[in-house]
């Protein structure tokens, strides 16, 4: 395992996202194929989600792209060993800054909420 961690990490850091994703997609579809115990356990679980709407092309396709996004979401975990201050100032938005430095005026606290 820790191989496999690092060849990930090597190649989420080289190569650009867009290729990496590329990559992810097809160990992703290939791990989909060859693993019929966790596909089933995903099938299960999106079944109950699902409850009366849950044909079984539509289970299918649920989980294959469960295990797709998950390999999209390793790859963006791996990246983030690289992320810094300058490429969080290029990529990141922040709105409603100034409502925050008004309410830590009031010296009370502030609760900070975010989403992905």
């Not at 060849?7 to 579809?29: E, H, N």
């Not at 998950?70 to 300058?86: Q, W």
């Not at 100032?89 to 009031?106: M, P, S």
Request: glycine share 6%; charged share 25%; proline share 2%.
């Amino acid at each position: 395992m820790y191989y496999l961690y690092k060849i990930g990490l090597f190649i989420s850091l080289t190569l650009p996202l867009r290729i990496t994703y590329a990559i992810a997609t097809g160990l992703a579809f290939l791990y989909y194929l060859m693993a019929p115990n966790d596909r089933r356990a995903l099938g299960d679980n999106i079944r109950i989600v699902l409850k009366g709407k849950a044909t079984a092309g539509r289970v299918r396709a649920y989980t294959r792209r469960t295990f797709i996004n998950f390999a999209k979401y390793l790859v963006d975990f791996l990246r983030f060993s690289v992320i810094y201050r300058d490429y969080i100032r290029k990529n990141v938005t922040i709105r409603g800054l100034e409502n925050i430095d008004e309410a830590r005026k009031q010296e009370k606290g502030v609760v900070i909420l975010s989403s992905h």
